[in-house]
C-alpha cells in the first residue's frame, strides 16, 4: 500500500512539475505582452467614481476589472454616496462602463473594465499582475453582496465596520485577501485563485450559519476563525500539507469538526483546498 501511495506520488510530481514550470514561462510572456503592449504606445488614465447614495439600503456589486489589481473597502469620509473610488484603464481602452440601476432601496451596480482594448489572447490562469489598479470605497450603512473579478491580478476586499451578506472573489493567477467585518451574520464567502496564495479571516462575533470556500490551484490557502466559533472543515491538498488548529476533532480523512457542531447557534462551514500548496486552518 505505502509503495503504491508513492509511486502515485512520483507520477504526479512528473506531471506537475513540467505544468507549473510551463504556466512561470508563458505567465511571463503573458506578462511582456500585456504590459509592454499596452505601455509602450498607451497611457494609464484614471476616472473617478462617485456614485450616488439615494435611498439605497442594500446593493449588489459587480465589479470586473479586466487584468488589474483591484481593492475593496469602506467609505470612511460619512459621504452621502453608494461608492466612490478611483479607477485605472488604458486610454486606447477606453473607461470602465457603468451599469447601475436601483428600485424601491435595492440596487445593483456593474463596473466593467474589460474593453476594447483589452489583448486576445489571454489565459485564465496566468498570474499577470496587470498594469491598472482600481480602488473602490463603498457606504458601510449599505448591506452589501459584492462579486469581484480580475483576470490575473491581486484583490484585496477589507470589510471592516461593513454590513455584508455574501463576497466573492475570483482572479486567475493572483493573491486574494479578504478580512470580513465583525458581527456580521449568515455569511457566503468564495475565494478563489489560479495560481496565488487566499487568506480570508472572518471577524469576532459572527453569528449564525456561515459558508466559506477558500480554494488555490496552487499556491498556499489560510483560513483564520475568531476564537469560540464553531466549525466544520473540508481540508484537501494535492501535494501539500494540510495543517488544522489543534481544537477541532479530526472525524475523516479530510474533515475536522468542533463538539456540538451540529446544535450550535454560531457555526461556519469551510471548505478549504489547494492543489499544490498548503491549507491552514488557524484560531486567532
Known sequence: MEASSVRKKRKVWVILVPAIILLVLLCGTVVGFTVLGNNAEDKVQTQDLSESLGYTT??????????????????????QLLASGALEYFEKQGPPTRSPHSSNGQAAFKL???????????????AC?????????LNPMVSSDITTHTGGGNIKVDLAGMTVTRVLADTGGGNIDMFLP??????????????????????????GSSVVNATSEAG????????????????????????????????????YQSPGFDGAASKVEIKIHSGAGEVIVITR
Open 182 to 207: 465583525e458581527h456580521a451574520a449568515d455569511l457566503t464567502i468564495t475565494s478563489k485563485t489560479g495560481a496565488g496564495n487566499v487568506t480570508v479571516e472572518l471577524g469576532s462575533g459572527t453569528t
Open 129 to 137: 499582475n496587470g498594469a491598472t489598479a482600481w480602488q473602490i470605497h
Open 58 to 79: 442594500a446593493a449588489k456589486f459587480d465589479f470586473n476589472i479586466g487584468t488589474g489589481n483591484l481593492t475593496v473597502d469602506r467609505l470612511t469620509g460619512g459621504e
Open 112 to 126: 466593467n473594465g474589460i474593453g476594447a482594448g483589452q489583448p486576445w489572447f489571454h489565459f485564465p490562469w496566468s
Open 220 to 255: 498556499r490557502a489560510v483560513v483564520r476563525l475568531p476564537g469560540g466559533i464553531a466549525a466544520r472543515i473540508h481540508a484537501t491538498t494535492g501535494l501539500g500539507k494540510a495543517t488544522v488548529d489543534p481544537r477541532f476533532n479530526k472525524v475523516d480523512k479530510d474533515m
